[in-house]
């Protein structure tokens, strides 16, 4: 514990140390014998007495609320790897979640999500779709040939995709994954419009989403085995990761039990041909020794965009 004193006391000493009264809207008198803010300046911008401020840089044990802390990251204008920062020294727990949603991928995160050998995608919080690799498009949807407003996949998964829908105790099995994932999602972004427009939209339009939305199921992981709507029943196996310092939530998918029909898809993917306007002979799952039950069947392919 005395070790991270330091660093907290290091940290906030650091940042004040940055900035000059200029760059806060104060007044610079030329007669400071340090540079950067004072701690008086400090105290008065976040609205805190500055004995609290003095104890808190002193990293003394005091009760510290995440508003007041909020307005502490605000004041020494911290950027969001900062702020967590501050949060595990003082809290010991992460930052409360930002309300305003990233919408930037990183080059190298694009460049990853290319170079993998699956279908990727990178999505909001809100499941807003806003990053997705070749084989994505080739095996799922174009999310490319959609406005960015209509790529939510929460919204495509229970609405748009009528392939879905085809089943109806595959549909109902879906619905209650996704939104038993979504509601944790959801639970940890609070106060944000944006996801109140979204339920609010999906339950004027959804009548699955409507009979679901307030069960009490959750679920923190995203895994699960799923079968392809349009593809002949495939299996396909998803989870998801979170980049290292990124507000996004990373979802890779990985194709399982795709028996006889893997080599075909990646044939035609590796030759720039859409999945959705091919079709694949798939063995069945356990081979028969009849030659006759050995054929397989056609499973064509039916556009998802």
């Known amino acids: 514990m ?24 104060l007044p610079d008198t030329n007669r400071r014998r340090t540079p950067g803010l004072r701690r008086e300046d400090v105290a008065a911008l976040a609205g805190v007495s500055v004995t609290w401020y003095t104890w808190l840089e002193q990293g003394r044990k005091i009760q510290v609320s995440a508003d007041v802390l909020e307005r502490v990251c605000s004041t020494l204008r911290m950027s969001s790897d900062e702020r967590e920062y501050l949060f595990a020294l003082v809290q010991h727990r992460p930052a409360p979640p930002a309300l305003t949603r990233s919408t930037e991928v990183s080059a190298t995160l694009a460049r990853m999500i290319d170079a993998l050998a699956v279908p990727a995608l990178v999505m909001t919080a809100r499941w807003d779709v806003i990053a997705w690799n070749r084989l994505a498009t080739q095996v799922f949807r174009h999310y490319e040939r959609l406005p960015p407003e209509q790529r939510n996949l929460l919204r495509i998964l229970l609405v ?12 109902e ?19 944000d419009p944006s996801f109140e427009q979204l339920i609010a939209e999906l339950d004027e339009r959804c009548p699955i989403f409507r009979r679901l939305w307030n069960n009490p199921e959750v679920v923190g992981r995203s895994e699960a085995v799923a079968n392809h709507p349009a593809l002949g029943g495939l299996t396909f196996e998803h989870s998801s990761y979170v980049p290292e310092g990124s507000p996004v939530g990373f979802t890779m998918t990985t194709t399982v039990s795709l028996g006889g029909a893997a080599p075909a898809i990646r044939d035609n993917v590796t030759q720039g041909c859409d999945l959705v306007a091919v079709q694949v002979i798939v063995p069945p ?19 998802e965009s």
Not at 174 to 188: C, G, I, N, T, W
Not at 285 to 303: I, Q
Request: proline share 7%; with cysteine.
């Open 2 to 25: 005395q070790t991270q004193r330091r660093q907290l006391i290091d940290f906030l000493k650091g940042c004040r140390a940055r900035l000059s009264p200029g760059q806060v809207g």
């Open 160 to 171: 748009e995709d009528k392939g879905y829908q085809s089943d109806a105790a595959a549909y």
């Open 173 to 191: 099995a879906m619905a209650r994954r996704v939104l038993s994932k979504f509601r944790v999602d959801y639970s940890q972004t609070p106060d």
């Open 285 to 303: 799952p356990l081979l028969p020794t009849t030659s006759e039950s050995m054929r397989g069947t056609v499973s064509p392919m039916f556009a």
